[in-house]
């Protein structure tokens, strides 16, 4: 079955710090990857999408994301976390039908 | 402004009601999407439409219908069937895969519909 994991419920980062935010898919053929986030209350906004033979895709505010196709992994990262970054963190896939499969969420916590 | 516009934000229905949630977008989408989003959960699909007049169960469609009468609009019912409606409810829209696989999806604020 095609789908998106998401490992890690909550992720805590000191301000300052870099962050990770964990994704593995399983998909067949070439993936389409995205990462969104969550504001409380509000609909989701769109960071970033992996770009087929880039392994590292820069998105908005800062964040990028590494693509690894051996270890069939998109994970979200920032060098520098910020107090403002704090929300939950989607990551999707989407399949060759449109159907769009998102994983669970990662609440990221950013401690001042 | 281009966009996707739910209404309303919040909803509140008597147990046993037939409620309907509207999703409208001017964005000249042909795709568009509605997800169910419970704490834990994350999103996951009820139903989605490629092009007018066609839709397709996702993952959760029990208890749900929808129409695709008009390539803008997208509402959502969600019928008595549905066992535990109270959640909050996200429409998306994007362009067809075969334009360009990796185009990302918009959203819109959402609706927070309360079953009492």
């Known amino acids: 079955a095609q789908s998106v994991a998401q490992p890690e419920d909550q992720v805590n980062v000191a301000e300052g710090n870099p962050l990770t935010v964990k994704c593995t898919y399983s998909?067949?053929?070439?993936?389409?990857l995205f990462w969104y986030v969550q504001y409380p209350n509000r609909g989701l906004q769109f960071l970033l999408k992996?770009?087929?033979?880039?392994?590292l895709v820069k998105g908005s505010y800062g964040f990028e994301a590494e693509f690894n196709k051996s270890q069939t992994s998109f994970h979200l990262k920032k060098p520098s976390a910020l107090v403002s970054d704090s929300a939950l963190y989607f990551c999707?896939?989407?399949?060759?039908?449109?159907?769009?499969?998102f994983g669970k969420g990662t609440r990221l916590h950013i401690l001042p | 402004d281009g966009g996707i516009t739910q209404s309303p934000k919040y909803l509140f229905r008597k147990e046993g009601q037939n409620v309907t949630l509207s999703c409208e977008q001017n964005?000249?989408?042909?795709?568009m999407y509605w997800y169910r989003q419970d704490p834990g959960q994350g999103l996951r699909l009820i139903y989605y439409?490629?092009?007018?007049?066609?839709?397709q169960k996702g993952d959760i469609a029990e208890g749900y219908s929808v129409s695709r009468e008009k390539k803008e609009s997208f509402p959502l019912t969600v019928t008595s069937a549905q066992k535990n409606p109270t959640a909050f409810y996200l429409c998306?829209?994007?362009?067809?895969?075969?334009?360009?696989?990796?185009?990302?999806?918009?959203f819109g604020q959402g609706t927070r519909l309360t079953v009492v």
């Open positions: 964005l000249n989408h042909d795709a």
């Open positions: 998306a829209s994007s362009i067809h895969s075969f334009e360009g696989g990796n185009t990302e999806a918009f």
């Open positions: 998909v067949s053929g070439n993936p389409y």
């Open positions: 992996y770009i087929t033979g880039d392994n």
């Open positions: 999707a896939v989407r399949l060759r039908d449109d159907k769009i499969i």
């Open positions: 439409s490629q092009i007018v007049n066609d839709f």
